[in-house]
């Protein structure tokens, strides 16, 4: 892997669960690590529920290798963020990494 292709910055990040003040459990988000990345849009498509149209876009984020990246873990990428839906170890330079990044948009 060539060294310049990597040339996007993003944060990854894991939902862990917490305890607040009164003990009870909720879900936060944890930063992990800033790393440089490659970033291609893989394919959008169309989901018609009842009322609204969803998008989902797909993205693969390509990074130096990673052992403790997870499916559900967060990408953050440009103010938005990826869901994590596949990891793909087994190239020994890299690690590839399918995200999903859900958008609703309303009818006009």
């Known amino acids: 892997m060539k060294a310049g292709e990597l040339n996007k910055r993003i944060l990854l990040s894991r939902i862990e669960e917490v305890r607040d003040e009164f003990g009870v459990p909720k879900s936060s988000l944890v930063k992990v690590?800033?790393?440089?990345?490659?970033a291609e849009a893989?394919?959008?498509?169309?989901?018609r529920t009842?009322?609204?149209?969803?998008?989902?876009?797909?993205?693969?984020?390509t990074i130096r290798p990673r052992s403790d990246v997870n499916i559900g873990?967060?990408?953050?990428y440009q103010n938005r963020n990826f869901t994590?839906?596949?990891v793909d170890r087994n190239q020994?330079?890299?690690l590839i990494i399918t995200t999903e990044a859900d958008n609703q948009h309303d009818r006009n």
């Open 92 to 94: 020994s330079d890299r």
């Open 73 to 76: 873990w967060i990408i953050t």
């Open 50 to 61: 009842a009322d609204q149209q969803q998008v989902i876009e797909t993205y693969q984020f």
């Open 84 to 86: 994590v839906r596949a």
């Open 42 to 47: 893989m394919s959008n498509r169309k989901i």
């Open 33 to 38: 690590k800033e790393v440089w990345a490659k």
